[in-house]
Structure formats: structure tokens, C-alpha cells
């Protein structure tokens, strides 16, 4: 699976942006999906995760009721909607895919994941 994240962009503090990721070839539909972040000099780190089934979502604590993950299996599409966007959360955004059976702890690991998109860039200015 090759996944395209876009919905990348520049935004005054505040303000909300939203990232969509979709693959190139196959479904979404039999993997949990996840976005990850690395703002320069950093380490990459889990922002939030979907399960296959949509049902259980996670996030970490800093993009928590901010950052609203879902997708739409129909449209082959999972998305990462982000609101009240600060400084701080500047950073290359990817999307990643793991198997099902993948359990719901392990979605925060980067290294759970087998597909990567190729990032987007988000900026938010203060």
C-alpha cells in the first residue's frame, strides 16, 4: 500500500487545517491507521490512530481534544482533522498503516506501522 498524505499547509495560531491520506493502490479498509509527526530536530512522534473498524481511536495527550482522527472506508480516505492549532505543533505529518491484528497499544509505536506516506508540512505561525 502506498499512501499520499496531503492538506498540509501555513496557518496563523488558532486556526485549523485538515490532512487527508488516501493510497495509491489497495484499501485502507483492513488496516489501523495512524498519524505521526517530526518537527526539525526531533523525533518523530505518534499524534494520533484509528482502528480498522473506526471504532477505538487514540491520541497523544499534547493534540487531545484538538486533534479529531477518523476515516471514511468508503472513500478509502482517513483523515486528521486539527483545530486550535498552536506553534508547537509544526512539524512533517505522516500517515502510516498497520495490519488489524495490530493491538491498540502498539498503534502508538512507530515501528507497528508497514506503509508510510511521504508526509505533508504543516507550519503554524505565532
Known amino acids: 500500500v502506498q499512501l499520499q498524505a496531503s492538506g498540509g499547509g501555513l496557518v496563523q495560531a488558532g486556526g485549523s487545517l485538515r490532512l487527508s491520506c488516501a493510497p495509491s493502490g489497495g484499501t485502507l479498509s483492513r488496516y489501523n491507521l495512524g498519524w505521526f509527526r517530526q518537527a526539525p530536530g526531533k523525533e518523530r512522534e505518534f499524534a494520533a490512530a484509528i482502528s480498522y473498524s473506526g471504532m477505538q481511536t487514540y491520541y497523544t495527550d499534547s493534540v487531545r481534544g484538538r486533534f479529531t482522527i477518523s476515516r471514511d472506508n468508503a472513500k478509502n480516505t482517513v483523515y486528521l482533522q486539527m483545530n486550535s492549532l498552536k506553534p508547537e505543533d509544526t512539524a512533517a505529518y505522516y500517515c502510516?498503516?498497520?495490519?488489524?491484528?495490530?493491538?491498540?497499544?502498539?498503534?502508538?509505536?512507530?515501528?507497528?506501522?508497514?506503509?508510510w506516506g511521504q508526509g505533508t508540512q504543516v507550519t503554524v505561525s505565532s
Open positions: 502510516a498503516a498497520a495490519t488489524a491484528v495490530t493491538a491498540g497499544s502498539r498503534l502508538r509505536v512507530g515501528s507497528s506501522y508497514s506503509y
